[in-house]
């Protein structure tokens, strides 16, 4: 996983792109209507139940338009909210509101979306002890965005990137010639480059499970569109040996049932690719 260093600088660059797309030289409907002297009051307005996120987000954003705005947080992120709530008030140049009205709302409904769908997901999993992960199937340009609403859903990221983790699909080992080609010639590339990255490896049936165990250094296996009496069998054949992972098509209606396979983890892309925005609004006081 990234260091908080590197996150930080994916949010600044987050933040940074977003006003240069709706910025650009000027917000003109303000700056045409509205004195720079304009003080004004706004208010984050939910129009919808759900979990609440992106607040510390919002705070980023303002304090990156004008350092002067002030924020009166009433609903902290990871909140269940309902219809009416506010979650913060936001007082300042009525200018500056403005130019941060639409990415924080954009950013804040979507987060929100996410955190309400993986919080639904962490209830059905109540007392299986398994976990759930989200996946790089991301919106390109916001990912730390959608992986941190995951986190305040209650959920786990899985790898951040191609970087940080080493995770062996089917692709890459048809390419290299098998599992066993794969494994060994990616921990040569990690000794040869003193990477310290686990090792994940997906198996597409019970033959490659068997194939898998024979090398040493996995971190965990990744169990793929498996169905339930597969994937018990496998977790049994694993046993304390690696962690283990299911994925592929799982959902709602599925999702407690590969758990009680006694997997460790289930990954789902729809955490982060299959949801609608929340309905917010900021509206002026």
Known sequence: ?????????????????AVR?????????????IPKSAQGKAKLLVKEDGIIAGVEFAKTVFEYIDKDLEIDTLIEDGTAVKYGDIVFYVEGASQSI??????????????????????????????????????????????????????????????????????????HIDFAGGITPAITKTQAYLKANNKDLKIIVEARNLKEIEEILQNDGVYRILI????????????????????????GGINENTLRKYA??????????????????????LKAV
Not at 1 to 17: A, L, P, R, T, V
Not at 128 to 155: N, S
Not at 225 to 244: H, P, R, S, W
Not at 262 to 279: E, F, K, P, R, W
Request: glycine content about 8%; charged content about 25%.
């Open 98 to 171: 403005l130019k941060a009205e639409r990415l924080v709302l954009n950013a804040m409904q979507r987060m929100s979306a996410i955190a309400t769908k993986t919080k639904s997901y962490v209830d059905l999993l109540e007392g299986t002890g398994t976990k759930i992960l989200d996946t790089r199937k991301t919106t390109p340009g916001i990912r730390a965005l959608e992986k941190w609403a995951v986190k305040i859903g209650g959920g786990e990221n899985h790898r951040f990137a191609l970087y940080d983790m080493i995770m062996l699909k089917d692709n």
């Open 21 to 33: 797309e709706d910025v650009g030289d000027g917000d003109h409907s303000s700056l045409a209507c």
């Open 1 to 17: 996983m990234i260091s908080k260093i590197q996150f930080d600088k994916e949010i600044e660059g987050i933040i940074s792109n």
């Open 224 to 247: 793929d569109n498996f169905n339930y009496e597969d994937t018990k069998t496998a977790v049994k054949m694993i046993g304390d040996t690696c962690q283990t992972e299911s994925s």
């Open 260 to 281: 009680e396979c006694g997997v460790n983890c289930i990954s789902s892309g729809a955490l982060t690719h299959s949801v609608y925005n929340m309905d917010l609004s």
